[in-house]
């Protein structure tokens, strides 16, 4: 025999009603679209996506080219990550 309907016969453990749980939908929640970025998760389509717009994509030379330069050569980029040293008193 199992224990909790001992316990409920004998008067020994009380039932708890469950309280309804409202859903709490975003505004922005839309059941009709899907989120490919998400897995395909309902709520939101992929074009407006926070996750998806949040993410580094990147330099990207076809929507944001170099301007070009004029009589100037580049003949080399270097980027240098430095911390500076702490000195102790």
Known sequence: MEL???LLK?????????RLVELA???SYD?????DFHGGVIGHPTEK???FEAQD???NV???PLPAHKG???NAISHEDWEEESKEV
């Open 72 to 74: 100037i050569s580049i």
């Open 57 to 59: 994509h990147g330099p």
């Open 25 to 27: 939908y975003p505004r």
């Open 4 to 6: 909790l309907p001992l």
């Open 49 to 51: 996506c926070w996750g």
């Open 31 to 35: 059941p009709n679209t899907k989120c």
């Open 10 to 18: 004998e008067k020994l453990l009380d039932t708890v009603p469950l």
């Open 62 to 64: 076809k929507n944001n």
